[in-house]
């Protein structure tokens, strides 16, 4: 089924009788080539490049509840390739890039809107800090502009510039940076993927994982034993469990991360903004309401809600920035298991037990990362070596300390989690 316009139209004149489920509830079957474990954006996106790219469709992707009930439905949507040092560097513009083709290339809507994001700051330190990122970010070859006080107030005008504590000094845009929509974003690969004959298996809970003399023979599920010649572990904030099946301890804690959203408001917020004094990010999304964040809630679970505490601290950092939110009436806030490495970088890489391979690690960033961590993960699942985007994500850099990154290049403790 594909979708254009003159369908829509067709569809609406005839009551909509035509459409077709998007991917098939299929069964599992006994053995596969490539068991997918997490039917997350990760694992979807996966499992579509091994079927578009690589020509492998002999794949299962197994969720435990339903394809994309997970993080990739639970985010804030922010889509931008801003990082700082290698490793992140390519690997998110390389992600970037996929975003820019991705309507078309799964021929699906995902409402991908590059409406630019500016990130504030607040000193002269951090004016430095902005110039050397933009710089580090144009070397990438992505998109970086410094933006003045005054450029700043013709574009926000709605921010509070003069706030004794935290007065801004000016602003990193990048032009290419946006949002999506972050289910259609699950859907839009499901679809892909089931149509290259992968079956999507939900409600199948991975208990197990069995490995014979140190290779990995295929998973125990709640609907049964399903054998595969490969693993791949994706399940984002359960990686530390799932690894656990295969005797491993992973670098990866997990954390709780709010979002909050207020009613429909006309248009009033065209960019992606984030403060630089506080870890506080807001966009308007395509309904009107605002989609706000801030930081984690600092302790380690497995509970997808969060605290007071941190509710009135994302509070209080959005009205010192913007006062006019104090009118808006937030409707609602929830919670997502985030995986976080101690370097705030993510893990794409094979395992030590062979045929197992890992992806984690995604932090604060994994929606944006969506194609280009699917992309290069059906590469080293395809072909046992790294995508060149993703060479450095590798598993041996906590064990080692060699080749650690993070996103400010302030150290291996990245916001101390
Ligand atoms: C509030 C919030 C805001 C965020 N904002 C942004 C943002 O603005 N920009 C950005 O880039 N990123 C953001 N993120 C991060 C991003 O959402 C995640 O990093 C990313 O979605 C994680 O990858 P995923 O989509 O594959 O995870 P998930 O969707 O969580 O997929 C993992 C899947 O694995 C399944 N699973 C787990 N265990 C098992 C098992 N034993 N058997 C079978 N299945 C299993 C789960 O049910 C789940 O569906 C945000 C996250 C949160 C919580």
């Given at each position: 089924?594909?979708?254009?316009?003159?369908?829509?139209?067709?569809?609406?004149?005839?009551?909509?009788?035509?459409?077709?489920?998007?991917w098939r509830d299929a069964s599992p079957k006994?053995?596969y080539?490539v068991v997918i474990i997490g039917g997350g954006g990760h694992g979807l996106a996966t499992a579509?490049?091994?079927?578009?790219?690589?020509?492998?469709?002999?794949v299962a992707v197994l969720e435990k509840g339903y394809l994309g009930g997970g993080n990739v439905g639970r985010?804030?949507?922010?889509?931008?390739?801003?990082?700082?040092?290698?490793?992140?560097?390519?690997?998110?513009?390389?992600?970037?890039?996929?975003?820019?083709?991705?309507?078309?290339?799964?021929?699906?809507?995902?409402?991908?809107?590059?409406?630019?994001?500016?990130?504030?700051?607040?000193?002269?330190?951090?004016?430095?800090?902005?110039?050397?990122?933009?710089?580090?970010?144009?070397?990438?070859?992505?998109?970086?502009?410094?933006?003045?006080?005054?450029?700043?107030?013709?574009?926000?005008?709605?921010?509070?510039?003069?706030?004794?504590?935290?007065?801004?000094?000016?602003?990193?845009?990048?032009?290419?940076?946006?949002?999506?929509?972050?289910d259609?974003?699950a859907w839009?690969y499901a679809?892909?993927a089931s149509?290259?004959?992968v079956d999507l298996i939900q409600n199948c809970d991975v208990t197990g994982i069995d490995?014979?003399?140190?290779?990995?023979?295929g998973v125990q599920t709640s609907r049964g034993v399903i054998?595969a010649?490969?693993v791949a572990v994706i399940v984002a904030g359960r990686s530390s469990q799932v690894a656990a099946m295969a005797?491993?301890?992973l670098?990866i804690?997990s954390?709780?991360?709010?979002?909050?959203?207020?009613?429909?408001?006309?248009?009033?917020?065209?960019?992606?903004?984030?403060?630089?004094?506080?870890?506080?990010?807001?966009?308007?999304?395509?309904?009107?309401?605002?989609?706000?964040?801030?930081?984690?809630?600092?302790?380690?679970s497995y509970a997808a809600r969060?605290?007071?505490?941190?509710?009135?601290?994302?509070?209080?950092?959005?009205?010192?920035?913007?006062?006019?939110?104090?009118?808006?009436?937030?409707?609602?806030?929830w919670g997502g298991i985030m995986d976080?490495?101690?370097?705030?970088?993510?893990?794409?890489?094979?395992?030590?037990?062979?045929?197992l391979y890992l992806n984690c690690?995604w932090?604060?960033?994994g929606?944006?990362?969506?194609?280009?961590?699917?992309?290069?993960?059906?590469?080293?699942?395809?072909?046992?070596?790294?995508?060149?985007?993703?060479?450095?994500?590798?598993?041996?850099?906590?064990?080692?300390?060699?080749?650690?990154?993070?996103?400010?290049?302030?150290?291996?403790?990245?916001?101390?989690?």
């Open positions: 089924m594909r979708f254009s316009g003159l369908r829509v139209l067709r569809e609406g004149l005839t009551g909509n009788r035509g459409w077709q489920a998007h006994d053995a080539d579509y490049y091994l079927a578009r790219e690589h020509g492998i469709t002999n985010n804030t949507t922010i889509v931008r390739a801003n990082y700082f040092l290698p490793g992140n560097s390519e690997f998110y513009s390389h992600s970037l890039k996929l975003w820019e083709g991705l309507e078309q290339e799964l021929n699906y809507n995902v409402m991908h809107s590059q409406r630019g994001q500016i990130v504030l700051f607040h000193s002269d330190g951090q004016r430095d800090a902005a110039i050397r990122r933009g710089n580090a970010m144009r070397n990438q070859g992505d998109d970086a502009e410094l933006l003045s006080v005054a450029r700043l107030k013709k574009v926000l005008p709605y921010l509070d510039y003069e706030q004794a504590r935290f007065p801004i000094y000016g602003g990193l845009l990048q032009r290419r940076a946006g949002t999506a929509r972050h259609a974003v839009g679809r892909g149509e290259r004959g490995i014979e003399g140190g290779a990995v023979k054998r010649k490969k005797g491993m301890r670098p804690e954390h709780v991360l709010q979002a909050f959203v207020t009613e429909g408001l006309k248009p009033c917020i065209d960019h992606v903004v984030s403060f630089g004094m506080g870890h506080f990010y807001i966009s308007q999304s395509d309904k009107g309401g605002l989609v706000f964040g801030g930081d984690l809630d600092m302790y380690a969060g605290n007071l505490p941190l509710v009135e601290h994302v509070m209080e950092a959005g009205m010192t920035l913007m006062p006019m939110i104090g009118q808006a009436k937030v409707l609602r806030s976080m490495s101690p370097d705030g970088s993510p893990i794409i890489d094979k395992s030590p037990v062979e045929g690690g932090c604060y960033g929606f944006k990362a969506v194609p280009g961590s699917g992309h290069c993960m059906a590469h080293l699942l395809a072909t046992d070596r790294p995508h060149a985007a993703a060479a450095r994500l590798r598993l041996d850099r906590f064990r080692t300390g060699r080749g650690l990154m993070d996103e400010e290049g302030t150290g291996a403790q990245h916001n101390l989690h």
